[in-house]
């Protein structure tokens, strides 16, 4: 059965920390890996990674895919309160036209 | 512009009542999208329309009844709900579902059922 795990499921940090979120997958006949970040409502898009190596970069952010080990992760440097949010993995096959394979999100609270 | 509105924002029913929650895009998009999500759970997909087309439903009860009037409406009927259907319904938008591309999700509809 495709999965997919995300650690740690929380994580506080304070101000100016740097912290690692990472994902790992079993899915067959995997197409990409996608990140997003969610507040109160809706999970808004951060990255979509479908090539090993290639890290995607925006401002503070940026993510790497790892497909012969099957994970990603996701770095955030000098952290702020607005990084505070639940952090959603997910990931698409060739298989199921369109479905994305979320896992548990990470919850990350920054403290002043 | 990666916007998809969806009203109403809250909505209250009781177990009897029939409404119906309503999502737009105006990106072109022709993959549109129902999750449900429980708090501190991720989205579970309930529906996706492709080209205006049911292509997956993820075995969800006939209490709900997704709609999809033309590409850019999606519209999901909901009859005789019980209060565990209590949630954030999110919808979604994609390109295309053939090839992966980024989905794009609204505020979400927050429902509770009495």
């Known amino acids: 059965e495709d999965k997919v795990v995300q650690s740690p499921l929380s994580l506080v940090v304070h101000e100016g920390d740097t912290v690692t979120l990472n994902c790992s997958y079993e899915?067959?006949?995997?197409?990409?890996l996608l990140w997003y970040k969610q507040e109160k409502k809706a999970p808004t898009f951060l990255f979509m990674l479908?090539?090993?190596?290639i890290e995607k970069k925006s401002g503070r952010l940026s993510s790497i895919l790892d497909k012969k080990e099957l994970f990603s992760i996701l770095n955030i440097t000098a952290t702020q309160t607005g990084d505070s949010a639940v952090y959603l993995c997910a990931v698409a096959n060739y298989n199921q036209g369109g479905k994305l394979i979320f896992g548990q999100g990470t919850e990350l609270s920054v403290k002043p | 512009d990666t916007e998809v509105t969806q009203t109403p924002k809250h909505l209250v029913m009781g177990m009897t009542n029939k409404k119906s929650l309503k999502c737009e895009q105006h990106?072109?998009?022709?993959?549109m999208y129902w999750y449900k999500q429980k708090a501190k759970k991720p989205p579970e997909l309930m529906f996706v329309y492709s080209y205006e087309k049911l292509s997956i439903n993820e075995s969800v009860p006939s209490r709900f009844s997704p709609e999809c009037p033309n590409s850019s409406l999606l519209n999901l009927h909901l009859h005789a709900l019980q209060p565990e259907d209590s949630a954030l319904y999110l919808c979604?938008?994609?390109?295309?579902?053939?090839?992966?591309?980024?989905?794009?999700f609204g505020p979400g509809t927050r429902l509770l059922v009495l």
């Open positions: 990106m072109g998009h022709r993959a």
């Open positions: 479908t090539s090993s190596g």
């Open positions: 979604a938008s994609s390109q295309r579902t053939e090839y992966q591309e980024t989905q794009y």
């Open positions: 899915v067959t006949n995997f197409r990409s």
